[in-house]
């Protein structure tokens, strides 16, 4: 069964570092997604990003983060200068473009995580 | 915007028994909530999902049951064995706003005791 992967497993930075996770989406998935959860707390959405541009980010998607699509198969994500409280496990998820079905939506997918350390 | 409380944090029950885990969600406009299940280091997978156009789902041991009006939403794990400890998951969404996000529950930490 395909399967959402994601590289590094675990990235430890300095503050105010750069940090890029990246994840290969299903293969016939369109819609891609980072979630974040700090330990001990809530997977918290991040972005979602369809057709080459974002659809949805949360508050804490805010300047300091991007995501791009870089080819046919990457999907990442860019942290400018990380801080302390980026400290998180990073997932990416993917689901297909089934998203108005009537009276639901589709699954998403996540993949097994970046765990991410900020020093 | 959408929140989801969900309950109890932990539950630890006897292999064989029943679990029941509970979540309340805000946004009326909600129509889709999957279970995600994640086992120690590993990425979180869904094992049942409901869309508000029913009100109960069944997969062998597992059911999710849905009141649209009271806004709740459980999962229901019978004869529970050692292999359902894990964190569960729930999460809820509006599917029919563009960005696809789910919001969720703040996790249940499921023990099963041999």
């Known amino acids: 069964e395909p399967e959402v992967t994601q590289t590094p497993s675990h990235q430890v930075t300095q503050m105010g570092q750069e940090v890029i996770l990246r994840c290969v989406p299903i293969?016939?998935?369109?819609?891609f997604y980072w979630y974040r959860q700090i330990l001990g707390q809530k997977v918290e959405f991040l972005v979602s990003f369809y057709n080459n541009e974002i659809s949805e980010k949360s508050e804490i998607f805010d300047d300091q983060f991007s995501v791009e699509r870089p080819d046919g198969s990457n999907f990442t994500l860019k942290i400018r200068s990380t801080k302390l409280e980026d400290s998180a496990m990073y997932f990416c998820?993917?689901?297909?473009?089934?998203?108005?079905?009537?009276?639901?939506?589709?699954?998403?997918?996540f993949g097994p995580g970046t765990r991410l350390t900020v020093l | 915007g959408e929140n989801v409380e969900q309950h109890p944090s932990t539950l630890s029950v006897q292999e064989g028994d029943s679990a029941v885990i509970k979540c309340t969600y805000s946004d009326s406009a909600s129509n889709y909530f999957p279970w995600y299940k994640q086992e120690l280091g590993k990425r979180p997978q869904l094992i049942i999902d409901?869309?508000?156009?029913?009100g109960e789902k069944k997969d062998q041991r597992i059911a999710v049951t849905l009141n649209k009006t009271a806004k709740h939403f459980s999962l229901h794990i019978t004869e529970t064995q050692p292999e359902d400890s894990a964190v569960y998951f729930c999460?809820?969404?509006?599917?029919?706003?563009?960005?696809?996000?789910?919001?969720f529950g703040a996790g249940t930490i499921l023990r099963v005791k041999s």
């Open positions: 998820a993917s689901s297909e473009e089934t998203f108005r079905l009537a009276g639901g939506g589709d699954t998403q997918y």
């Open positions: 999460a809820a969404r509006n599917t029919m706003e563009y960005g696809n996000k789910l919001v």
């Open positions: 409901i869309r508000s156009n029913v």
């Open positions: 293969s016939n998935h369109l819609y």
